[in-house]
């Protein structure tokens, strides 16, 4: 079965610099979760989208940026990155707030 | 302040024994709790849900009880194998408005690492 995609699974970036990270949901799925998960630390909320709307915000930064396109996939702009952005990234869909399903997430290194 | 506590960082526990993980929330809106299973640069996996409106829910090896006068819930896996060593989070979520009550983003707890030694 098909599960969410997360893109690139690895990605290392110097300070200030910017970066994409791409999140592909379960085929029907129509809400995308993004999640950060610093070293030693529990997963947090980031932000929501719900047909490509964004539905949820919590503790994301305003150098991010995050938004879904129309075929439900999302992506998570960062920039001006900072040593303490270095983290594992990860997204999560559901249909209509269920099936919650996690991609294996992206991990970001800033050098 | 962390809604969601998991106040053991780690577990070990024979195989073949129980393992019993514990989980605090202090959120009374919370009305649905996940339990995940988390692999080193892994998404986390998805283990076992229950809703507030049940007490226990049972799937195989794992079954997760809720007690909500306590705001407490527990995962319960027996008989442990050694290939349940995985750090475990548990997960609350209050209803979404968006869906009329469905899951809406995850509160994590810190995650407790359990060992199950052969």
């Known amino acids: 079965a098909a599960g969410v995609i997360q893109s690139p699974r690895h990605l290392i970036k110097e300070k200030r610099e910017t970066a994409t990270l791409k999140c592909y949901p379960i085929p029907r799925h129509d809400t995308v979760y993004w999640y950060q998960q610093g070293p030693g630390q529990d997963p947090q909320f980031l932000i929501s989208f719900y047909e490509k709307m964004q539905s949820d915000k919590g503790s994301i930064p305003d150098r991010f940026s995050a938004q879904q396109f129309s075929d439900y996939h999302s992506e998570l702009n960062m920039s001006s990155l900072e040593l303490g952005d270095s983290a594992l990234y990860f997204c999560?869909?559901?249909?209509?707030?269920?099936?919650?399903?996690f991609g294996s997430g992206t991990r970001l290194t800033v050098v | 302040d962390q809604q969601v506590k998991q106040n053991s960082p780690s577990l070990s526990v024979q195989e073949g024994r129980i393992s019993i993980l514990n989980c605090d929330y202090t959120n009374s809106m919370f009305d649905y709790f996940l339990w995940y299973k988390k692999y080193p640069a892994e998404g986390p996996t998805f283990l076992i849900s229950i809703s507030s409106i049940k007490d226990k829910n049972e799937d195989g090896r794992f079954t997760v009880f809720l007690n909500k006068s306590a705001k407490h819930l527990s995962l319960h896996i027996v008989p442990s194998q050694p290939g349940d060593s995985a750090v475990y989070f548990c997960?609350?979520?209050?209803?979404?408005?968006?869906?009329?009550?469905?899951?809406?983003?995850?509160?994590f707890g810190k995650g407790t690492k359990l060992s199950v030694k052969p």
């Open positions: 997960a609350a979520s209050a209803g979404d408005v968006n869906y009329g009550g469905s899951q809406g983003n995850l509160i």
């Open positions: 999560a869909s559901t249909f209509r707030g269920h099936g919650y399903t």
